[in-house]
C-alpha cells in the first residue's frame, strides 16, 4: 500500500469514527456575529529584551475581517515587576484596509541598566474595545534577557573547602556585564554576578539549599575582577537563622 492510500484511510477511519459519536456531547462551535480582533496567540512565553529591539516586546494582533479599518483598545495589567517600569507605547491598535495582523508595543520607561536582567517580566494584556473576540482577548507575553554561553569556568569555594567546574553564560547591558554561573552551588540554582569596570557585585539572591536546617541558603556580596579571575567575599546566609559567615570565593573564566 503507497502513503497516499495509508492517509486516505487514516481520513476514512477518523471521520467515521467521529460521525458514530454522541452528537450531543459535541461543544457549541465558536462563531461570532460580527468581525472580531483577538490576540494571535494566548501565552508568548519567550521575547528577548536588547538593544535590537530597544528593549520593548511587540505583540501580535489578528483580525477576522480584512475590510476597511479597525481600531482596538488595549490593556496592560500592572504587576511589581513591571510598575512604574513599562507601559504601552499606545493604548490603541488600528489595521489599515486589507491588513490581518497589527502589532501593539510595550516600552521601557527606564534606561536599559535599570532594567534587572535576572528577572522574567510578565505583560498580562486584554482587548477591551467592543470589537474583542469573546475567546481570544487575553494574551500573557513573557520577556528576559538572553545570556550568551561563555564555556566553563572553574570555581573554588572557600566555604565548601573544594573546587568545581561551572557552565557560565555572559550579558552586557550598558556599562555592566553579567555572568550566569549555571548551578554553582546547587542543582536548578543559577548564581548572577554583575561586573562594572572592575567592581564586582553579587544582589542578594538565592544560592544552595541546607539539607542540614532544611532551608534555602541566600548569599550576597562583593569582590573584583583581574583579567579572567572574579575574586569574591560572599555572605551565606538563611533568613531569620542566621550567617555562616563570609567566605572568599573565586571564579575563573574560560
Known sequence: M??????????TVVALALSSCDQENIGTIYEPDSPYVSFASSVVPDNVLSANNNFSVSCVLVRSDLSGSATASIELEMNADIDGVFALESNSVTFGDGEGTAYVKIVPLVSADQLDPTKTYVFKLTITSD??????????????FKFDYVGTANFTSELFEEGWTVE???LVVG???????KELYDVGIDVTITVEGNVVTVEDQLAWYSGYYESDVRIVGT?????KVISLTLEHYIPDLGSFGEYSEILTLP
Open 175 to 181: 556599562s555592566k556585564t553579567l555572568y550566569k554561573a
Open 2 to 11: 503507497n502513503i497516499m492510500k495509508k492517509i486516505y484511510l487514516l481520513i
Open 223 to 227: 569582590g573584583t575582577m583581574d583579567g
Open 168 to 170: 557560565v553564560y555572559k
Open 131 to 144: 470589537n474583542a473576540s469573546e475567546l481570544y482577548n487575553t494574551a500573557t507575553y513573557k520577556a528576559g
